[in-house]
């Protein structure tokens, strides 16, 4: 199982970002997707997650009604939709798999990790 995050760059405040996590080796179906977000010398931050079937989606305190999730597993890819980003969004993205997407979110609970994306929003 291999996940590859894409979509990040550098974007202005307020600006907006859409990531991809793309997931191949098994079905995607079979997965709940989470995306977590790091800054050097602090631990992993939990941003989002959907359940396999789309019907259960979680989020951050800190990005609700900023941020979507969606999956389109035809495509086996999940989204991450970020508008009206702030500075404190700047970190590297990651995308994970586990089979289940609860309210806590652990890092240490994802089986399976991508390479990661950098957002990085200036003020």
């Known amino acids: 199982v291999q996940l590859q995050a894409s979509g990040g760059g550098l974007v202005q405040v307020g600006g907006s970002l859409t990531l991809s996590c793309t997931f191949s080796?098994?079905?995607?179906?079979?997965?709940?997707i989470g995306w977590f977000r790091q800054v050097p010398g602090k631990e992993r931050e939990p941003v989002s997650c959907?359940?396999?079937?789309?019907?259960?989606?979680i989020y951050a305190d800190s990005v609700k009604g900023r941020f979507t999730i969606s999956r389109d597993n035809f495509k086996n890819t999940v989204y991450l939709q970020m508008n009206n980003l702030r500075p404190e969004d700047t970190a590297r993205y990651y995308c994970?798999?586990?089979?289940?997407?609860?309210?806590?979110?652990?890092?240490?609970?994802?089986?399976?990790w991508g390479q990661g994306t950098q957002v990085t929003v200036s003020s």
């Open positions: 994970a798999g586990d089979l289940m997407c609860v309210a806590q979110m652990r890092a240490d609970e994802y089986e399976y």
């Open positions: 959907i359940s396999n079937s789309g019907g259960t989606k």
């Open positions: 080796g098994s079905p995607l179906d079979y997965y709940a």
